[in-house]
């Protein structure tokens, strides 16, 4: 329990004691949250982060260096296990509200996120090779993307969805 009545989306724990959890809510306006447990879950605590984004995926690398990503292609980062969060700039805001999903890094430098983008609902790829500073357009189109996990630098799968055609 957080103490506080929002969605939550994405946990990852880097060991059995310590997590984070991500999510937001639409109530009174739309707010992110970032959660983070040193006592495997027992009791949470609530990070600092400025965003009106909902969040929808949190991976760490180690203890201190982690990423949160969600709606509108937002991208954070922390390097001091969440007590500050920097916002990266994942270039796939076209001007239309776009989403990302999952977040996953292999190492400090190397990362991928996937998710959409409007207005076709089409699947996003994006790495980074520098940390998060530049995130690179790999792939667009097709399915939108959920989960994106990867076993090493070459290596890596993507799950998704058809495009909803509604949108």
């Known amino acids: 329990d957080c103490g506080v009545n929002v969605a939550l989306y994405s946990i990852y724990f880097i060991d059995q004691n310590v997590g984070w959890a991500v999510g937001g809510n639409n109530y009174y306006g739309q707010h992110g949250y970032i959660f983070h447990t040193t006592d495997g879950g027992e009791t949470w605590t609530g990070q600092n982060i400025e965003t009106n984004s909902i969040l929808y995926s949190v991976h760490f690398f180690d203890q201190t260096n982690g990423w949160a990503i969600g709606e509108n292609g937002e991208i954070h980062k922390t390097t001091d296990g969440g007590d500050n969060w920097i916002s990266q700039i994942s270039g796939i805001n076209y001007g ?72």
């Open 96 to 167: 239309y509200p776009n989403q990302l999903n999952s977040v996953y890094f292999i190492d400090y430098t190397t990362g991928w996120a996937v998710g959409y983008s409007y207005p076709n609902g089409s699947g996003e790829i994006l790495k980074t090779t520098d940390g998060g500073q530049i995130w690179t357009e790999k792939a667009n189109g097709g399915y939108v993307l959920q989960s994106v996990y990867f076993v090493d630098h070459l290596t890596g799968w993507t799950v998704g969805r058809y495009p909803n055609t509604s949108i």
